[in-house]
């Protein structure tokens, strides 16, 4: 099947073929006739599969023929509203948005934190066809009135498990209360959980299901192995494999911030180039460091997990987990930034013997069982080898809850559940 086939204009084909796009993606060919129906819809497919053109094609098409918000009589207004859950993901939908609405005069803007709040009032006052915001920014900027929702046509509701995952549902239930009865809205996430399912009801009305490949297998184009390596010795391989196999670029991730600006220090140390992106450094930092990674002088970037959702690299050759995360789910999402669109990638996971509970959650949710590879040189202890029965491990699998805390101050912040930090090749191209 051709885009072609999927009712797009002559204009947005043109982009999609200068973009040097071919062959829609299973999720693209449901989505994209199903919003240019103006139905509301909740999509979940795989990371990496192109929901994000599967939403913005369409509703770039939609707007391309209304009232344009420099005509109307009302200033600030925002005809549509993109809610991601992370300032990468939301400057990553924008640039999105900015391409395909490009030839039909889309006028459209990225709000998040981490940035001066004026010069974004400012790109508001004008109105917009097309805004992009992380929920907390969003809030900011309607209490100060910079933004009005009156004529909001579409909503969309983008990575919406890990909008739950941060605890943003208050936020959303709040920024719902602001907008208009009627308009369409788009629900678009990784998994399909009972919170989402619970998530979307009073949000979707009789939405249109669309499910592809809803398990939480990984794709087929990742390879993955698992090497068992005592804790104490993982920096150490992580840095013989990187040399070893002279990937040009990798994603490394670890569990905590502080782990993330350590171990950067000790890959410089071996004269190796990196940088981290993590929640604790300012915009500016972690927009240069996604730049430097994305264009290679950078060559490992370490992040953390509420990251990994925006970083969005063509042709990434190799993810690796220094940590296992608590949360089977984010291991999915983690490895899903490499193998997208089609193309191949090496997802390399660090296992000590500490995390035996991770790892056979990881491995239930995606069901299969992985062989352990030993690196010559780097042969762990013996209880890092074994291979304890399911019964060894809690009943309840991937049930990580933290140690109970007291409720986070401000409003409209939830907190994340399910997570808990230590102390110390040419397929065809999909549009992303």
């Given at each position: 099947m051709s885009f072609g086939s999927l009712g797009l204009s002559d204009e947005l084909l043109k982009t999609v073929a200068e973009q040097g796009y071919t062959t829609p993606s299973s999720i693209q060919i449901e989505a994209i006739p199903a919003v240019l129906s103006q139905r509301d819809v909740m999509a979940v497919a795989h990371t990496g599969t192109g929901k994000t053109?599967?939403?913005?094609?369409?509703?770039?098409?939609?707007?391309?023929?209304?009232?344009?918000?420099?005509?109307?009589?009302?200033?600030?207004?925002?005809?549509?509203?993109?809610?991601?859950?992370?300032r990468e993901l939301a400057a990553q939908v924008a640039n999105s948005v900015q391409t395909y609405g490009h030839d039909l005069n889309i006028r459209s803007a990225a709000v998040f934190g981490g940035m001066r709040i004026e010069p974004q009032i400012a790109e508001l006052a004008g109105g917009l066809d097309i805004l992009v915001a992380t929920p907390g920014r969003l809030i900011d900027l309607y209490n100060q009135q910079a933004i009005n929702f009156d004529q909001l046509e579409i909503l969309v509701l983008d990575e919406a498990d890990r909008m739950l995952d941060l605890g943003f549902i208050d936020d959303i239930r709040h920024i719902q209360t602001l907008l208009p009865m009627k308009r369409q809205t788009l629900m678009f996430s990784a998994t399909f959980s009972?919170?989402?399912?619970?998530?979307?009801?009073?949000?979707?009305?009789?939405p249109l299901l669309i499910e592809v490949d809803i398990d939480n297998s990984t794709v087929d184009t990742i390879k993955q192995k698992i090497h068992p390596v005592d804790k104490e010795r993982k920096t150490e391989v992580l840095i013989h494999l990187i040399k070893q196999n002279k990937w040009p670029q990798v994603l490394v991730f670890v569990r905590t911030?502080?782990?993330?600006?350590?171990?950067?220090?000790?890959?410089?140390n071996a004269d190796i180039n990196a940088d981290s992106i993590h929640a604790n450094r300012t915009q500016h930092?972690?927009?240069?460091?996604?730049?430097?990674?994305?264009?290679?002088?950078?060559?490992?970037?370490?992040a953390t997990d509420i990251a990994s959702r925006g970083i969005d690299v063509n042709q990434l050759p190799c993810v690796v987990n220094v940590d296992l995360p608590f949360v089977p789910e984010d291991y999915v999402h983690r490895i899903g930034r490499t193998g997208r669109a089609g193309s191949s990638g090496v997802a390399i996971s660090l296992f000590s013997e500490d995390e035996y509970k991770q790892l056979h959650s990881i491995e239930r949710i995606i069901g299969r069982k992985f062989d352990r590879e030993v690196i010559p040189g780097f042969e762990p202890s013996v209880a890092a080898l074994a291979h304890p029965s399911a019964d060894d491990a809690d009943e309840e699998y991937g049930n990580f809850e933290p140690d109970p805390v007291s409720p986070r101050k401000g409003k409209g912040r939830g907190k994340s559940k399910g997570r808990r930090s230590r102390g110390s090749n040419s397929s065809p191209r999909k549009p992303r």
């Open positions: 053109a599967g939403f913005t094609l369409p509703m770039v098409q939609l707007l391309s023929g209304g009232l344009s918000p420099e005509n109307s009589p009302e200033a600030k207004i925002v005809r549509a509203l993109i809610i991601a859950p992370t009972k919170g989402i399912k619970s998530f979307a009801q009073g949000l979707l009305n009789d911030k502080r782990e993330a600006d350590s171990l950067v220090v000790e890959l410089q930092a972690r927009t240069r460091a996604l730049e430097g990674f994305k264009n290679e002088s950078i060559v490992v970037l370490v």
